[in-house]
């Protein structure tokens, strides 16, 4: 299994360096549009093409398979998310880290949709080797919350039995708000934000 993984590797660094490389953002975009929107099992390398005016074959100068599409999109979505939080202002004491990390969390997620959706519902259509990956760079993200969890335990600032179990329904509590906050209604982003991190303190203050 290492050894394909370290082959599509090299595809991809081969593609990059092609004369035609400006296609390979386009290829990853159209894949990212088309996963969100039908699913990553209903959709072909056939249609991946189409969506930016590539006969089939000339695909696979970008990409080896579709798996590796899929990889890479998921890849670099929790890269992303992992170097964007180190640059994030966090504050020094637990309750300013946590106010820091609610906020960061859904405006970083709310701006990218489609990227979301793929990372939490394709998940399943990894091979196990990408799967290890990715549950690898999650576990550092939400070591990060556990982290300042633990710290405000340490603070005498939380009182939270089960740090795990309060980090993973603090993320998936925040995560939500993808589902249903659309621009134009009722509340503002920033009320949003304020809301949601009302309530996670009120849920973990001592």
């Known amino acids: 299994m290492r050894k394909r993984h370290t082959a599509a590797q090299n595809h991809r660094k081969q593609a990059k360096n092609d004369s035609t490389a400006p296609h390979l953002p386009k290829v990853t975009q159209a894949a990212l549009r088309l996963f969100a ?64 990390f609610v906020r960061f969390h859904i405006d970083f997620h709310q701006k990218r949709l489609e990227a979301v959706f793929i990372s939490y519902m394709e998940l399943r259509n990894l091979t196990e080797e990408n799967f290890c990956e990715i549950e690898g760079l999650r576990k550092q993200y939400e070591d990060v919350l556990e982290g300042i969890l633990r710290r405000g335990q340490a603070e005498g600032v939380f009182q939270v039995p089960d740090t795990k179990l309060a980090m993973m329904a603090v993320i998936a509590m925040l995560t939500g708000v993808n589902t249903w906050y659309r621009e134009g209604g009722r509340l503002s982003w920033e009320k949003v934000g304020d809301i949601y991190w009302n309530m996670v303190k009120k849920a973990v203050l001592a």
């Not at 249609?47 to 798996?67: F, M, N, R, S």
């Not at 999109?73 to 880290?97: F, T, V």
Request: one cysteine or more.
């Open 37 to 100: 929107r039908y699913g990553y099992a209903a959709v072909s390398m056939r249609q991946i093409a189409a969506e930016v005016g590539l006969q089939a074959g000339a695909l696979y100068l970008y990409t080896p398979d579709k798996q590796t599409l899929l990889f890479d999109l998921m890849r670099d979505h929790m890269q992303a998310l992992l170097a964007a939080w180190q640059d994030c202002e966090k504050g020094e004491d637990a309750l300013s880290q946590l106010e820091a």
